[in-house]
């Protein structure tokens, strides 16, 4: 929405300058799956019209990940696309030191917008269906989404996993590395994500990672000792949590000694 308005105003004026833009996300699903929007429909005709014209004004594109490249490549095939990450400080994580072996609990963590995009509710799903009391999940970031929020309220209750789900809201940063250097698993069950920075910043701490095959994943989470993506066949997402949880329970859960895939 901002490039489109920023873009409007130089042609208006016209300013000439070289114009590049990112594009690190699904801006036209994204916004209904995070907002309270009275026709959601109509929303994504305004803003694939907007996307058109914007895209169609640029001179260059960057794009983070393969699914946001093949997003603006069905909106205009025309453009010249650089893929390239979004730039992540590493320096912020390397000297934070594990702790999570010392865990009486094994604990879970979920970080990002809490929303049905990113569907923190199937790890509660998935925590119901294991039924083990010693099991703590963190969810941790901004809540956009008052009636989705309400509704992951209403599943702690109706699973009696209030003692077992803490929503924080959003913390510093401070906070989020002593979640990080605490965690057994960090588990992000999004159906499409640009690049998420937080998988890397989970690797780097070696906190071992579960993520779904969303456009998005595939990029910087592969299949390995600290890091989980594709399903197995007929398994749900709540199905994989299960298993993965399990298993590292059973293995002690403390992750490995460095970053996944």
């Known amino acids: 929405v901002s490039s489109f308005f920023s873009i409007l105003v130089l042609k208006i004026r016209r300013i000439k300058v070289k114009i590049i833009i990112e594009t690190h996300g699904d801006f036209i699903e994204t916004l209904s799956l995070e907002k309270n929007l009275l026709f959601p429909s109509l929303y994504k005709k305004i803003f694939l019209n907007m996307a058109r014209y914007t895209l169609g004004r640029?001179?260059?594109?960057?794009a983070v990940s393969s699914s946001t490249e093949a997003q603006v490549r069905e909106i205009n095939q025309n453009k010249e696309i650089t893929r390239f990450p979004a730039w992540v400080d590493f320096d912020n994580f390397k000297d934070i030191n594990p702790v999570r072996q010392a865990n009486k609990e094994f604990k879970i963590l979920f970080i990002g917008s809490v929303t049905d995009r990113k569907k923190p509710h199937l790890i509660i799903e998935a925590i119901n269906e294991i039924k083990s009391k010693d099991i703590q999940l963190y969810i941790v970031g901004p809540t956009p989404n008052e009636n989705y929020l309400s509704q992951l309220e209403t599943l702690v209750?109706?699973?009696?996993?209030?003692?077992?789900?803490?929503?924080?809201?959003?913390v510093n940063r401070e906070s989020v590395m002593e979640h990080y250097s605490e965690t057994n698993l960090m588990?992000?069950?999004?159906?499409?994500?640009?690049?998420?920075?937080?998988?890397?910043?989970?690797?780097?701490?070696?906190?071992?990672?579960l993520v779904t095959d969303a456009p998005g994943m595939g990029d910087i989470v592969i299949d390995g000792p600290v890091s989980y993506t594709h399903l197995r066949a007929h398994e749900t997402p709540e199905q994989r949590v299960c298993r993965l949880v399990r298993e590292k329970k059973k293995g002690g859960g403390g992750g490995g000694g460095g970053g996944g895939g």
């Open 187 to 209: 588990i992000l069950p999004s159906v499409s994500e640009g690049l998420a920075r937080v998988i890397f910043e989970s690797q780097v701490t070696a906190c071992p990672v």
């Open 157 to 170: 209750q109706k699973y009696d996993l209030e003692d077992q789900v803490t929503f924080t809201g959003s």
């Open 58 to 62: 640029a001179d260059k594109l960057r």
